[in-house]
């Protein structure tokens, strides 16, 4: 997939890190604004996307060989697993999915159990997802079906 | 409020009817964009501001992706050959509409009227917030009350680009000849 | 009541696509349609008259709220939809590089 001209490639050098520190800052607020972590991940996934889109397929670091792409999906859901089992061990209540962190006040950053760190896993899980689709079936779709 | 829903909802038929008799793969593609930036306009005139979020975005990506299938493949339409079998599929959702029309003006009084309805769990949604402590409802009810189905909803995104991987990688034996 | 019926009129629409188109692409988008018309229903059921989104501010004591969970429900729904939508259309790459058309006969015909 080729690349696009220079202009849009210096735009993007500029608007591409916005974008994503904006995805974070939705996720990151995802209790007390309205977003989360689905929509905070989609919006990276998005910034990644337009960086693809401008260079084209031969973006440095782009490699087959091993992707960390994959690792950061499976930890992103394990880690969704895990938060739940910890509510399992270690509450008084003892069942899956019990907040064992403490609730706070309502309005701050810090607070609502674990509801902070879910939207953050979920976020790298759907993030990784959506940037992996999109490269599985654009950027590689030549070259999958040869090697391996 | 309802005049500018309907509105919408009329532009977003439009588009959806037009996207499906279009001749080029293109067109079809972009005015099914409508449908979706329609239906973007319609969930924040229902205050429903997390899911604009979420589908504003997603819908940009699945143009991305269906407008990179066509330019790839090809983008034209077969001509039209009229058959004896999409006859009788008109006819058949034509009885169904029908019938569907009948039930509805006769038992159809059970459905509230627009905006007046409040379910009971709504109300016990809103009133137990010091159980989640978080300030947006929505979040406290998909990943506190409702934590299962996020979890489900995780397995199935995870599940989908497995299938995709794995879809696009098998090498046919005859594709070697 | 009308934007129920109109709700209703918009998920034939994309049921007709998917039953008589012969493009698989028309298909697929025929597909998203009814998908998008049923999250609509679901926000169009639990709409409040004069209520507002639901997030707790500080000067939002005491008002009416929208019903925070067909949102819920529907937020999870799009993604899915998404995930889906892939799928498809990784299934229909595969068969543009097997049989090289679009068209459901021919491929139905072909029987390679």
């Known amino acids: 997939m080729k690349g696009m001209s220079i202009i849009v490639q210096k735009i993007c050098q500029i608007v591409a890190p916005v974008i994503f520190l904006f995805g974070i800052y939705i996720v990151i607020h995802g209790h007390l604004t309205p977003g989360g972590g689905f929509a905070g991940g989609v919006i ?12 084209g397929s031969d973006l440095p670091k782009l490699q087959k060989k091993e992707f960390s792409l994959e690792i950061l999906e499976s930890s992103g859901i394990l880690g969704f697993l895990i938060i ?5 061990l270690f509450s008084t209540v003892g069942i899956f999915f019990a907040n064992f962190l403490p609730t706070g006040k309502i309005g701050e950053l810090v607070s609502a159990g674990y509801i902070p760190l879910a939207n953050i896993v979920v976020a790298a899980e759907v993030s990784a997802a959506i940037s992996l689709i999109f490269l599985a079936m654009i950027v590689f779709k030549e070259e999958i079906s040869d090697d391996r | 409020m309802e005049i500018y829903l309907i509105i919408i909802l009329a532009l977003m038929i439009l588009g959806a009817v037009f996207s499906l008799h279009a001749k080029d793969l293109l067109s079809a593609v972009i005015s099914y964009g409508i449908v979706g930036f329609g239906l973007v306009i319609a969930f924040l005139l229902l205050q429903a501001p997390d899911l604009a979020l979420v589908l504003i975005v997603v819908e940009i990506i699945t143009l991305i992706i269906m407008l990179a ?12 050959s009229f058959s004896l079998s999409s006859v009788i599929y008109v006819c058949v ?21 627009f905006g007046e309805d409040t379910m009971r769990m709504a109300t016990a949604y809103i009133d137990a917030v010091h159980l989640t402590g978080s300030a947006n409802l929505v979040t406290g009810v998909v990943f506190g009350f409702r934590a299962y189905d996020t979890l489900g909803e995780a397995t199935v995104l995870f599940t989908a680009v497995v299938g995709v991987l794995a879809i696009l990688r098998i090498k046919g034996k005859k594709e070697e000849d | 009541m009308i934007l129920y019926i109109l709700c209703f009129v918009l998920f034939m629409v994309g049921l007709y696509g998917v039953l008589v188109k012969r493009n698989l692409i028309k298909i697929i988008i025929g597909l998203a349609i009814i998908e998008y018309s049923v999250f ?7 709409y409040v008259k004069d209520g507002t989104a639901p997030i707790l501010n500080s000067e939002a004591e005491g008002a009416i709220f929208v019903d925070p969970l067909p949102q ?6 799009i993604v899915i939809g998404l995930a889906t939508t892939a799928m498809l259309l990784s299934i229909a790459i595969r068969l543009y590089r097997k049989y090289g058309t679009f068209d459901i006969r021919e491929i139905r015909s072909l029987k390679g």
Not at chain 1, 44 to 52: D, L, N, R, S, T
Not at chain 1, 84 to 88: I, N, R, S, V, Y
Not at chain 2, 69 to 80: A, D, F, M
Not at chain 3, 72 to 77: D, G, H
Request: aromatic content about 16%; charged content about 15%.
């Open chain 1, 44 to 55: 990276m996934a998005g910034a990644f996307i337009f960086q693809i889109i401008s260079y």
């Open chain 1, 84 to 88: 739940a089992c910890l509510g399992l």
């Open chain 2, 69 to 80: 299938v066509i330019k790839n493949t090809t983008h034209e339409e077969e001509k039209k």
């Open chain 2, 93 to 113: 959702a034509l009885l169904f509409t029908l019938f569907f029309f009948v039930i509805f003006a006769r038992f159809g009084s059970g459905l509230a009227r």
């Open chain 3, 40 to 46: 609509l229903f679901l926000i169009l059921i639990g």
């Open chain 3, 72 to 77: 819920a429900m529907v937020l999870t729904a």
